[in-house]
């Protein structure tokens, strides 16, 4: 069974930086795509960033590139979301998603992907 947790999130600053990590057990890493969403209350969950399973490109929502950087270790079975420069908007929780053997083209939704995180709270204050 494969299972995702995430960590890394908390309370900070805007203009500040956080780590978030996401460890995958049970499954081959290396031949999943890895994403990110977020979901602010009374939102809707919404893609955040993702990397491919085979050459480790990325794709970013618009409103974090430049800001926000996903990284995978394959060897450590582990996707992070490197996010600085945060804005109080980036406040959610934010929940890693992983996709076995998917295309790129249907990273940035959410019905792509095959198992889910239970989601980390990133809390940013103005």
């Known amino acids: 069974q494969v299972q995702l947790v995430e960590s890394g999130g908390g309370l900070v600053q805007a203009g500040g930086s956080l780590r978030l990590s996401c460890t995958v057990s049970?499954?081959?890493?290396?031949?999943?795509?890895m994403g990110w969403f977020r979901q602010a209350p009374g939102k809707e969950r919404e893609f955040v960033a993702a990397?491919?399973?085979?050459?480790?490109?990325?794709t970013y929502e618009d409103s974090v590139k430049g800001r926000f950087t996903i990284s995978r270790d394959n060897a450590k079975s582990t996707v992070y979301l490197q996010m600085n420069s945060l804005k109080p908007e980036d406040t959610a929780v934010y929940y890693c998603?992983?996709?076995?053997?998917?295309?790129?083209?249907?990273?940035?939704?959410?019905?792509?992907?095959?198992?889910w995180g239970r989601g980390t709270q990133v809390t940013v204050s103005s």
């Open positions: 990397i491919d399973w085979s050459d480790g490109g990325s």
């Open positions: 998603a992983a996709a076995f053997l998917s295309v790129n083209h249907r990273l940035p939704y959410s019905s792509t992907y095959d198992h």
């Open positions: 049970g499954g081959t890493f290396s031949s999943y795509a």
